[in-house]
């Protein structure tokens, strides 16, 4: 063997255990530590503005504990960095909408969600179900649980639902914080209103403890007076307004959004989510992704802290698991 060849030998096989190395490294990384970090700094960010501003990370409960296993160790410094916790599908929509969600699927999370209860932090479940008797289940069952939720008939999020008639645990009670809270309404798509104010009134004109939607209207962002108009429930009682907020993946409808993305994509954006068109999985620990949503004054979440919002309700925390299964 001459020695040209050997050396293309050698370079090859150095490339081979480079590239074994490079595998090594991208197994190695912690994606759930890195969620937790991205959530950790946004709620330092918020709260050194407002310290009661109120931080729900929806679903990932996994990263409750520091491997993602129910036995481990509590991830303390996250759990104080949150003050609820939100879950979809628990009883009704895991599979599908209006279907009850497996018994494996439901204790593996349930045990998570006790987690977050019993570290003092408040429990919102969505269920989707638009059969009656499967919605006085979801209310009946979440209650005996110690969680509050909320029963949607359409995964849109898109109405305020005719039953019950009353928001579950109707009451007139002022909502001063988290532990106050009852019932709450999850409508974060209001495009089947004319326009902002008919969209506003409609929320104005119920009894819920707590409200999430979002920043915007359609393409127009709400203001504080807006979001101060809210805090009143119909009955005169005094309630919260959480804004949504997705941080695991960026939305092609969003301000932010920059048409040249097709092109020629950022380094914190990966593929497009093929249930949800127009989201697309972003690289949350990249700092560049990270400036979208918080830190700065034309920051998303600036965008709602200056809105007034009494807090940020956190969606695909769960994108965690994209990664992993890479």
């Known amino acids: 063997m001459n020695k040209k060849i050997s050396l293309i030998l050698l370079l090859l096989l150095l490339f081979y255990f480079l590239v074994q190395s490079c595998c090594l490294f991208e197994n190695q990384i912690n994606y759930k530590e890195l969620m937790r970090d991205f959530v950790i700094k946004l709620s330092q960010y918020a709260k050194d503005f407002n ?4 931080i729900i990370p929806q679903n990932g409960g996994e990263i409750l504990t520091l491997d993602g296993d129910i036995n481990s160790n509590l991830a303390t410094d996250y759990i104080s960095a949150i ?7 628990l009883l009704y929509g895991y599979l599908n909408d209006d279907e009850e969600t497996p018994e494996e699927d439901r204790l593996y999370m349930i045990s998570f969600l006790n987690i977050a209860k019993n570290a003092g932090k408040t429990v919102l479940v969505i269920d989707y179900c638009s059969t009656i008797s499967k919605m006085n289940d979801s209310y009946l069952k979440n209650n005996q649980l110690g969680f509050i939720s909320f029963a949607a008939d359409s995964r849109n999020l898109d109405n305020i639902p005719s039953y019950p008639a009353n928001p579950y645990n109707e009451n007139a009670n002022n909502i001063e914080s988290l532990n106050d809270v009852k019932n709450f309404l999850y409508i974060i798509n209001p495009s089947n209103y004319n326009n902002k104010n008919d969209f506003l009134n409609a929320l104005k004109d119920t009894n819920y403890d707590l409200i999430i939607i979002d920043l915007f209207f359609n393409e ?4 504080n007076e807006d979001i101060n108009s809210l805090k009143t429930k119909k009955n005169g009682g005094k309630r919260l307004i959480i804004c949504y907020m997705s941080i695991g993946e960026a939305e092609n409808y969003r301000y932010y959004w920059q048409q040249d993305w097709y092109l020629n994509p950022p380094s914190f954006l990966a593929s497009e989510n093929p249930n949800w068109p127009g989201n697309y999985k972003v690289k949350y620990w990249d700092p560049k992704w990270q400036a979208i949503i918080y830190g700065n004054d034309e920051s998303y979440l600036k965008k709602i802290l200056n809105a007034n919002f009494d807090g940020v ?4 925390i769960d994108a965690f698991e994209y990664f992993e299964n890479q």
Not at 51 to 54: K, L
Not at 83 to 89: L, P, Q, W
Not at 220 to 223: G, R, V
Request: net charge negative; no cysteine; charged share 30%.
């Open 313 to 316: 309700y956190l969606d695909i």
């Open 51 to 54: 310290q009661n501003f109120i």
């Open 220 to 223: 127009e962002i709400l203001t």
């Open 83 to 89: 003050d609820a916790v939100g879950r979809e599908d």
